[in-house]
């Protein structure tokens, strides 16, 4: 990972063994985010994580591995999910991107929380809630995929690229579920917390 | 508890929580420690050793410090004092001294402009090696002549412990039957999605800050001020919201002593985060253990002694290793009576990432065994699994052999709750060849009754304020690693003075703005902060009802704080709003503050060496039944369903300790089936697979359905009885599939993971030994598929 304060107009690349490193110039890339335009300059190697996370400041997708194999770091590009991790962010330009700050955006989401996060909060779906982001971006593409209330072996099939270390996954299919069944209005309210 | 004239009302207790902060974590506001930015803010990158074992003969940081953007570079010898977790065994240094002990050891630490420059100057850096040979066998360690640890008292031995409880001898002897086993558990991972990182700056004032996604905040506290030679209070750990833990951020690691001498040297604030592979070889988790076990059994499953025999492999350190080695034998007491007992536990260092603690620490790998010789006595005794264990249960308010007192006890409600949410007696007699149910059952501690260091000081301790608008802050040294500790204090607290939990505000895991807490290991928060907070509850409870009663002019037993209110429970029509009552008792009182304490029982351990570690003040219990489908063609064994029952006392937010049994019981199948953390001694002692992709951590797809039945059996040392939750239904996980498997094919896999390699060549095993009339055919009649064609054949 790169991350730090820009040097002005340049970054060090990584250097092959023994040479000195050699200084890039960093592209400017113009990125659509959540619905608004983002203008930010970047090494020409960073990939979209490290742009959203150390340019933008947009913190909620998280790197767990940097290589394609947690999912916490997924995002929607053009409403699929997609994993930052493994997106050079000059191949997202004139793309539109989605993260999980843009889900209280949504026209579902009720003052800023859509109902996906509010399943997960009334489910305890997130314990140390590094990997969530993550999942509510494939879950809510499978949402709008499905169009309907989901089954339990959906979410399941949609979310096998994302880990979860704390729940072993029950809680967070419960929630998916419910919150499909929210959005479908097929049931009636589920029982309430009393946290509030 | 409240005051005896009150009635219990459960406003709170028990029920299902939006937990405090689990929105923000959602809405991807929340800051973890590497969403930290600071003015200036340089990145470290730790050179690591490519050798096992050798000697570090010279090292030339020259041509790494003169590059542009390199601020500077540190090595071993400027961070020479020895440390370790357990104050009697110092065995550890933050970047290898003279000399590394296992492959990815930290040898030198950079700090430059950013990450690039960091790791172009960490392969700038030169380092002159001699190789030693390398030990990857605890017992080849052991027997070995070249000294691992530098600072290990003797040979390659870390610590052995030998402990007998009655006459074993005779207890074998005695026997109808006696059952004996090699098991093998090669060793896991903890595997939180969060790596971990650390950030330090020293404040204009001098102060040295650290953030770090650690789980004890005050030992790293403690290690810092030790190895940087300075007073603890010039400075000031900070636990950020943490991305999981599971035992794996429970001591220092060498990124946080790093940072925090790069930032006192560059005068810049500095950060480390480890790649995923650094945090395959930082490591600390499940210890590998060889086990052989000897149990003897009455003819009515009885058992009459208990011989167990350990090998553990340490790695480089020593980390939590002594604990680790009384653990594997101090917790197996219960829930089953033991009439004698002896474990001989001998951990070894060897060229390994240093095992430690992981959820369950110590006690998931002779549970595993012991848990597979139960059900081997029950299968020999034709006595049903189930009712073995039963004949065998402890019962509550006993002792243990190894003279542990035990309180409360759920156990038999646990089995019979499995064994009803299963089906167990119908379904098992009539699963075909393939399919089988096992059960298993286990004990731990919530909280240990001795700390880390000795002190008398309490265990834990908590303020808590109540504010005019009809608030309450909660302050406590207490590290929320994900599991929901936040949320139990104001649980507590909002029960006790009748809030919400959306008027409380937790400030947790700060050093300069907490009192002490030691931490999240060993189960110990829900019982010990917990009764730290009800204290401090309870005190401000007193004084707001107090103040009521005297405007009211009746009892104070008559005044009740619920909804938001304070009430009077003989004329409920009579009430005034929360904030009201808390002004009231401020003009009484002065401004409302209190603080609470907890420490723990002392006369509830064995009178002897070794006799407290181990010794806690309440105990759980949990069952599991594990169903599987194994396919006889290819050895892949499904986990279908595991049913968890857990005896946690009292739930105080039920999703809450539903989410740790399902999590639990999770980790356990991922270490039964799939998790493999080792070393090759075949190249070199590298990790195996030190990724996400290689560590086979269970999908979704992957993971059984989980069934969590909360069990209550109140114990009188817990915060309204409630014990741990987090631990102890991890550990029956493992056994109970290893016995499914047998249920379900008639073999026995003794040694983990249950690979589908393992699991065939058990199954072609026993086929050659049945169709040698040797072994009956297994589940004859039921579904096998090839059964008539071979007997004719």
């Known amino acids: ?196 | 508890m409240t005051d005896q004239a009150e009635p219990e009302v459960e406003w709170q207790l028990g029920k299902s929580h939006r937990k405090v902060d689990a929105m923000e974590r959602m809405r991807g506001v929340t800051r973890y420690t590497d969403d930290i930015k600071l003015p200036g803010m340089l990145h470290c990158k730790i050179l690591r050793s490519p050798h096992p074992h050798a000697k570090i003969l010279r090292i030339d940081t020259s041509r790494a410090e003169a590059m542009d953007g390199v601020h500077a570079v540190i090595t071993g010898e400027d961070l020479s004092t020895p440390y370790g977790i357990i104050p009697w065994t110092p065995d550890e240094t933050a970047l290898a001294v003279a000399k590394v002990c296992f492959v990815g050891d930290g040898v030198a630490a950079v700090a430059a402009v950013d990450e690039d420059t960091a790791n172009a100057a960490c392969e700038a850096i030169e380092v002159l090696y001699e190789p030693l040979p390398a030990y990857y066998d605890p017992e080849a360690a052991l027997a070995g002549e070249h000294k691992i640890n530098p600072y290990a008292k003797r040979g390659n031995l870390s610590k052995k412990v030998v402990l007998e409880f009655g006459d074993v001898d005779k207890g074998l002897a005695e026997a109808d039957v006696v059952v004996a086993g090699d098991y093998y558990f090669e060793g896991t991972t903890h595997g939180a999605i969060e790596p971990h990182c650390a950030v330090a700056m020293v404040e204009p004032k001098g102060t040295l800050t650290v953030w770090s996604a650690t789980q004890v905040s005050h030992y790293l506290h403690r290690e810092l001020a030790k190895v940087l030679g300075r007073s603890a209070a010039t400075i000031r750990v900070i636990q950020p919201p943490l991305g999981g833990a599971f035992g794996g951020k429970s001591e220092p690691f060498d990124l946080e002593f790093c940072v925090a001498l790069l930032a006192i040297r560059t005068k810049r604030p500095v950060k480390c985060l480890y790649t995923r592979e650094e945090v395959f070889y930082s490591h600390r988790g499940r210890h590998p253990m060889r086990m052989r076990y000897e149990t003897g059994f009455r003819r009515d499953g009885t058992i009459t002694g208990v011989s167990a025999k350990t090998f553990i492999d340490g790695g480089a350190y020593s980390s939590f290793g002594l604990v680790t080695t009384y653990y594997s034998g101090q917790l197996l007491c219960a829930p089953y009576e033991f009439p004698a007992y002896r474990f001989h536990s001998t951990r070894a260092y060897t060229n390994k990432p240093a095992c430690g603690p992981k959820r369950g620490h110590g006690s998931v790998q002779p549970r595993f065994a012991i848990e597979v010789q139960l059900d081997k006595a029950a299968v020999e005794l034709g006595i049903d699994p189930i009712e073995l264990r039963r004949r065998n249960d402890i019962g509550p308010e006993g002792v243990t052999v190894n003279e542990f007192k035990i309180g409360s006890n759920g156990f038999l409600e646990c089995l019979a709750r499995v064994e009803a949410a299963s089906d167990w007696t119908r379904r098992r007699a009539e699963l075909p060849y393939g399919r089988g149910l096992g059960v298993a059952g286990s004990t731990y501690i919530s909280g240990t009754n001795y700390p880390i260091y000795p002190n008398e000081m309490p265990q834990a301790a908590v303020q808590v304020c109540l504010d005019r608008s009809g608030r309450a802050r909660v302050f406590s040294g207490a590290n929320d690693i994900g599991q929901g500790s936040n949320t139990m204090l104001a649980v507590i607290v909002a029960q006790e003075l009748g809030l919400a939990l959306d008027d409380i505000r937790v400030l947790s895991a700060d050093t300069d703005l907490c009192p002490v807490d030691l931490g999240a290991y060993s189960s110990r928060i829900t019982l010990m902060v917990g009764n730290a907070c009800l204290d401090a509850a309870q005190k401000l409870r007193r004084k707001v009802r107090a103040a009521v009663a005297k405007r009211w002019e009746i009892p104070s037993r008559r005044v009740t704080l619920i909804e938001r209110r304070a009430m009077d429970l003989e004329d409920p029509s009579r009430s005034v709003p929360i904030a009201e009552a808390f002004n009231w008792a401020e003009a009484d009182n002065g401004l409302l503050g209190e603080v609470g304490n907890y420490n723990t029982p002392k006369d509830r351990h064995g009178d002897y060496r070794g006799g407290t570690i181990g010794a806690s003040p309440a105990y759980s219990f949990t069952a599991h039944v594990a169903e599987v489908e194994v396919d006889p063609d290819t050895g892949v064994v499904e986990v279908k369903h595991i049913w968890v029952a857990h005896d946690c006392g009292k739930a105080l937010s039920r999703r809450i300790v539903e989410g740790q049994m399902e999590g639990s019981a999770y980790m356990g199948f991922g270490e039964a089936l799939m998790e493999r953390h080792d070393v090759d001694p075949g190249h070199n002692g590298v990790h195996i697979g030190p990724s996400l992709l290689d560590y086979r951590m269970p999908t979704f797809l992957d993971t059984p359905e989980l069934h969590a039945l909360i069990v209550e059996a109140p114990d009188a040392q817990g915060p309204y009885g409630a014990k741990e939750a987090g631990e102890g239904p991890l550990h029956p996980s493992i056994p109970a599939i290893a016995n499914a498997i047998y249920d379900a094919v008639g073999v026995r896999l003794d040694a983990l993971p249950f690979t589908p390699p393992k699991v065939l060549a058990a199954i072609e095993a026993r086929r050659l030994r049945e169709d040698a009339d040797e072994l009956p055919i297994f589940k004859a009649g039921r579904g096998r598929p090839d059964q008539s064609d071979r007997r004719s054949a």
């Open chain 1, 1 to 196: 990972m790169h991350h730090g304060l820009p040097a002005p107009g340049l970054c060090l690349a990584k250097r092959e063994g023994g040479r000195e490193p050699t200084r890039m110039v960093e592209a400017l890339l113009s990125l659509r985010i959540n619905g608004e335009p983002a203008h930010v300059a970047a090494p020409a190697h960073w990939t979209l994580l490290e742009v959203l996370r150390y340019r933008l400041d947009l913190i909620g997708s998280k790197q767990g591995c940097d290589k394609g194999d947690c999912g916490a770091c997924t995002v929607q590009i053009d409403g699929e999910p997609v994993l930052a991790c493994l997106t050079l962010a000059a191949a997202a330009q004139s793309r539109d991107i989605r993260t999980v700050e843009g889900l209280g955006w949504a026209p579902e989401a009720v003052e800023g929380c859509h109902p996906l996060q509010d399943a997960f909060d009334r489910w305890d779906a997130a314990q140390c809630g590094f990997c969530t982001p993550g999942i509510l971006m494939s879950a809510e593409a499978l949402l709008r995929k499905v169009g309907g209330v989901v089954t339990r072996e959906q979410v399941r099939e949609a979310l096998a690229g994302n880990l979860c270390r704390c729940t072993g996954y029950t809680k967070i299919i419960d929630a998916v579920v419910d919150a499909s069944e929210q959005l479908h209005a097929e049931r009636e309210q589920p029982e309430q917390s009393t946290g509030t």
